[in-house]
């Protein structure tokens, strides 16, 4: 292995430390479940219940410079609760700065979409809830019309991946914001992997692109998968099938939680 690719390797996993903490202990011996336990927090400690507008934007910039790779999926956002406990019930969103208060309409999925206002951008307003802090979360949700629930289009997760890091990437750590980039960025580099969390637990994923399959990796826990962003050998068509292990038939999409990313050894 070339020193600097080794080097690289190492202060990932340095990085790794804190939140393999949290993970069950592998079975000595089993390389490929310690694997699956090298989890990085890509969002870091921070998951605040607001964001800045101008901080969000990005999100709508890199879906602009990135639509190629789901040219008919339109973007939008998701509110998803932090916890099983916590609830989507009365929550409104308000673009929010003083003497400003715009309303963002929500879902009742937690669905959302931004458009560009250059009165919040001036007063640098931020993006707010009526929820107490950490009892939601954001994603970026993107769908190309027409699939089922249960399957999810490569170029989709690549594309809620280049968002998410857009508007994610400056709440991480100094050393670990670089360390990322020197690795080519989370959505691109075969050093690391994206898991994507579900809410309920998966049985199996499958990646089909013409005759070619591929079982697609599944955590310890059961409930996060790694899709093979980086890996150009799989096009942004090829269809990921996710099957649950209450339901082989599955009727309901799957919210992400933090952005994360696994070592490769």
């Known amino acids: 292995m070339h020193f600097s690719r080794f080097c ?10 804190p939140a393999m903490a949290q993970e069950q202990a592998a079975a000595p011996g089993d390389p490929a479940k310690q694997e699956m336990q090298q989890i990085v927090d890509v969002q870091g400690t921070r998951d605040p219940d607001l964001r800045p507008y101008r901080t969000m934007l990005k999100g709508l910039d890199a879906y602009a410079d990135h639509q190629r790779l789901a040219p008919g999926a339109p973007l939008r956002f998701m509110l998803i609760p932090a916890t099983p406990q916590a609830r989507l019930d009365g929550v409104t969103l308000h673009l929010s700065a003083d003497n400003l208060s715009i309303p963002v309409p929500l879902a009742a999925d937690g669905g959302f979409t931004l458009s560009r206002d250059k009165t919040a951008y001036d007063a640098n307003a931020d993006l707010v809830s009526n929820k107490k802090r950490d009892t939601l979360r954001w994603r970026a949700d993107i769908h190309t019309p027409g699939l089922p629930a249960n399957v999810r289009r490569l170029g ?110």
């Open 156 to 265: 989709d997760l690549r594309l809620e991946c280049e968002i998410r890091w857009a508007v994610e990437q400056d709440d991480l750590p100094f050393v670990r914001r670089n360390l990322f980039r020197l690795a080519g960025g989370p959505c691109h580099s075969s050093l690391v992997h994206v898991p994507f969390p579900v809410m309920r637990k998966l049985l199996a994923v499958q990646a089909r692109s013409g005759e070619r399959t591929l079982d697609i990796r599944v955590t310890q826990d059961r409930q996060r998968y790694m899709p093979p962003l980086h890996d150009v050998n799989w096009d942004d068509n090829t269809l990921l099938t996710l099957t649950y292990g209450d339901d082989g038939n599955m009727a309901g999409a799957a919210p992400a939680g933090h952005l994360q990313a696994t070592q490769r050894q």
């Open 8 to 17: 690289l390797l190492a202060f990932l996993y340095a990085c790794q430390l």
